[in-house]
């Protein structure tokens, strides 16, 4: 109902409405390949890779924690630095931070599409690192390393 409203108001243009692939099916294969294809589990995959070579799980989550804590520490670290290079309290120094980041990134990515462009540009050479070649290399790494302990139970069971 809300579509055929929008429709009737006059607000949609239908005569500017582009056919479905227009330019064929190799730009939408791009797209999909760059990228939909790993998002959003690309990168969980890949660091999912590492879980079988941790010998306790315990350590993931403390360094998980630990990771958390020290991105924390260095913030504040910077919020501190901030305050005392000049010589402000450090509650308007945070708040004028604050106000900062809330600003540019209203002026750099006023819209969600435009955020969507600047962060496709922005990591098109370092998402696929972590989504193709990492995997591939973790997976060929798993492979070897599966092979090694296979290779290594079946002389150990061999009678001398």
């Known amino acids: 109902m809300g579509n055929t409203l929008l429709i009737l108001s006059g607000s949609i243009r239908l005569k500017e409405l582009k056919p479905v692939m227009s330019q ?28 079988p070579c941790v010998n306790k799980p315990s350590q993931m989550t403390r360094a998980g924690y630990g990771g958390i804590l020290a991105g924390g520490i260095v913030l504040i670290e910077v919020a501190i630095a901030i305050s005392d290079i000049f010589g402000l309290p450090y509650r308007k120094t945070l708040l004028s931070c604050g106000v900062i980041v809330l ?21 098109i050479y370092i998402h696929p690192l972590f989504v193709y070649i990492f995997l591939v290399l973790f997976f060929l790494l798993a492979l070897v390393r599966r092979s090694r302990v296979r290779r290594g139970n079946s002389q150990k069971t061999r009678p001398s």
């Open 24 to 51: 064929g099916f190799k730009p939408v294969l791009r797209s999909a390949i760059r990228e939909r294809l790993a998002n959003p589990y690309g990168e969980m995959i890949c660091f999912m890779m590492l879980i």
């Open 103 to 123: 600003l540019w990134s209203q002026i750099e990515t006023p819209s969600l599409s435009e955020h969507f462009e600047f962060g496709r540009q922005s990591l």
